[in-house]
């Protein structure tokens, strides 16, 4: 990727919306701060986690409470936005334990816009 293309990236700054909690935080920042937002994972969805991965140990703390709240966190910010149609499941492996959100490209320009101004 050239500098060129970076000088011509379009930032998000400001949001409509403030987050209530740290992660509506992250998933706005995510949406806000990178060229492509959330990871595609195909030609129609996108995707994100929000969890814990392996430790240079190879150890991985799993917070059942912390992975539930953060779980309620996101089913309250998509039912405050009017986001409907989205995936979220556990991820739970030797080597991560986190919440994943799938949504369909529809719905994640749906909700960009609605979160973030343009500049």
């Known amino acids: 990727m050239s500098n060129n293309e970076f000088a011509n990236t379009k ?25 492509f937002g959330w990871v595609k ?44 149609n989205y995936l979220l499941k556990t991820i739970d492996t030797d080597f991560e334990y986190s919440n994943q959100i799938t949504l369909e490209n529809n719905e994640y320009e749906n909700l960009s816009k609605q979160i973030l101004i343009q500049t």
Request: glycine content about 2%; proline content about 1%.
């Open 41 to 84: 994972i195909n030609n129609s969805q996108r995707e994100f986690r929000i969890g814990v991965q392996t430790n240079c140990n190879g150890e991985i703390c799993k917070n059942i409470v912390n992975h539930e709240r953060t779980k309620q966190e996101i089913i309250n910010f998509f039912d405050k936005l009017n986001i409907k």
């Open 11 to 35: 930032y998000f700054v400001k949001y409509n919306i403030s987050p209530d909690n740290r992660t509506e935080s992250m998933m706005m920042n995510r949406i806000r701060d990178f060229k």
